[in-house]
Every structure is written in structure tokens, then in C-alpha cells.
């Protein structure tokens, strides 16, 4: 009798476990998808803008950009989180969470 009460607890403990929402790693981890989505877009569209005629002043910025990106997306290759901030800083985006 107590293998059965055992085995009918430890059955249920892993339907629970099943049901639980995604944690946050893995939340965190589409997040983070997004945001490199968002990076590589940028990046597309400075590539773009550069093989346009633009101003010397203009051309640095985007560079510049440019390389914060690319370290941001070298950053989420390697497995490490780049913050939501981080990123909406460096497309000089606000999100609409922060922007109270």
C-alpha cells in the first residue's frame, strides 16, 4: 500500500511540474531572440544607409552604432543577456514599460 501512495504522489508531483508555466530562463531566452532579431535588423538597415551618400558626421554615428551592435549581438551568441536597456539604448529606442 504505501509504494502505491508513493507512486500515485510522485505521478502527480510530475503532472504539476508539467503544468507549470515556462520559467523565466526560458522566457528570458525568447526575449533575448527578440532582441537580437531587433540588433540584426538595425544592423541591416546601417548597412544599408552606409552604402548611401551621407555626411562624414552622419557615416560616424552609424559606425559607431554599428559596433555597439555587433558587441551586442557577440554578447548574446556567446550565451550572456544584454538588458532590455541596454539594447533600446543603443537603437535609441524607449520601450514602452520604462517610458512612465
Request: net charge positive.
Amino acid at each position: 500500500m504505501p509504494r502505491k501512495i508513493n507512486s500515485l504522489l510522485m505521478a502527480g508531483g510530475l503532472a504539476v511540474a508539467t503544468l507549470l508555466p515556462i520559467g523565466p530562463a526560458a522566457a528570458q531566452g525568447g526575449s533575448q531572440q527578440q532582441a537580437r532579431a531587433r540588433l540584426e535588423q538595425r544592423a541591416s538597415r546601417i548597412d544599408s544607409e552606409l552604402g548611401q551618400k551621407t555626411g562624414g558626421t552622419q557615416r560616424m554615428d552609424l559606425r559607431h552604432q554599428r559596433e555597439e551592435i555587433d558587441a551586442a549581438i557577440k554578447q548574446l551568441q556567446a550565451g550572456r543577456n544584454v538588458s532590455t536597456e541596454e539594447i533600446d539604448r543603443i537603437l535609441g529606442e524607449v520601450s514602452f514599460e520604462r517610458a512612465d
